[in-house]
């Protein structure tokens, strides 16, 4: 079956750890997206990348980064420089960037900074 | 800058029909979008309108007025299943040729009987 997969589902960490997201897609779509959400809020962009080896930060890239090195996999680092990490992070994929198609997204990581 | 707006909490009967509303501003727009997101899931592409008019698909509707920045999502039969979040997203151009979604903060909608 064709997806997107996202790992952990729950993830705890230490105050001043980096730690990386885990993205997953076998569906061949070349655009990939980092969301956060936050309790009663919608998604913020983090991230996307349109191709293997290109990204573009979203409206809220600070303290974050990302990889593009396979066209299925797009992991995202949460650094220690992120001010307030803790949040349910999303990941999508999209056939393309470049015209209208529905984003696709995974179950999502919820992140705990302790 | 983007900014949409949508109520915030939504309660109607099971049976019944609701409308679910959606202001936006923005510097481009390339059409909207609605999702569903049930507690703690993934959100799910419920319908687009890229243009005025109506969009049907099954017990769901979208309508989008481009004139006044403004569009709806109406959900009609409602079923406790369709108790989630529902987000509007406007497409806008955010450059080197591709496309981004920017989100409105979400409508909870209860379904009770």
């Known amino acids: 079956d064709g997806g997107i997969t996202q790992s952990p589902k729950y993830l705890f960490r230490k105050e001043g750890q980096n730690v990386t997201l885990s993205c997953e897609q076998n569906l061949n779509h070349d655009a990939m997206y980092w969301y956060r959400q936050d309790p009663g809020q919608g998604l913020r962009l983090i991230y996307y990348s349109q191709i293997v080896n290109d990204f573009q930060k979203g409206d809220i890239a600070e303290g974050y980064s990302v990889s593009r090195e396979k066209k299925e996999s797009f992991p995202l680092t949460v650094t220690s420089a992120q001010k307030n990490p803790t949040a349910f992070y999303l990941c999508?994929?999209?056939?393309?960037?470049?015209?209208?198609?529905?984003?696709?997204f995974g179950p999502g990581t919820r992140l705990t900074v302790l | 800058g983007q900014s949409l707006e949508q109520p915030s909490e939504v309660t109607a009967v099971e049976g019944a029909i609701v409308q679910i509303n959606c202001t936006y501003q923005?510097?481009?727009?390339?059409?909207l979008s609605w999702y569903q997101q049930h507690d703690g899931g993934a959100p799910t592409f419920l319908s687009y309108?890229?243009?005025?008019g109506l969009e049907e698909t099954g017990r769901f509707s979208s309508f989008l007025s481009r004139s006044d920045s403004y569009g709806y999502l109406l959900l009609q039969e409602l079923q406790m299943k369709d108790s989630a979040s529902y987000f509007c997203?406007?497409?806008?151009?955010?450059?080197?040729?591709?496309?981004?979604?920017?989100f409105g903060k979400g409508t909870k909608l209860s379904v009770i009987p």
């Open positions: 309108n890229g243009l005025d």
């Open positions: 999508a994929s999209t056939v393309t960037s470049l015209s209208y198609n529905e984003q696709f």
């Open positions: 997203a406007v497409r806008d151009y955010s450059g080197a040729g591709s496309y981004q979604l920017t």
């Open positions: 923005t510097s481009g727009f390339y059409g």
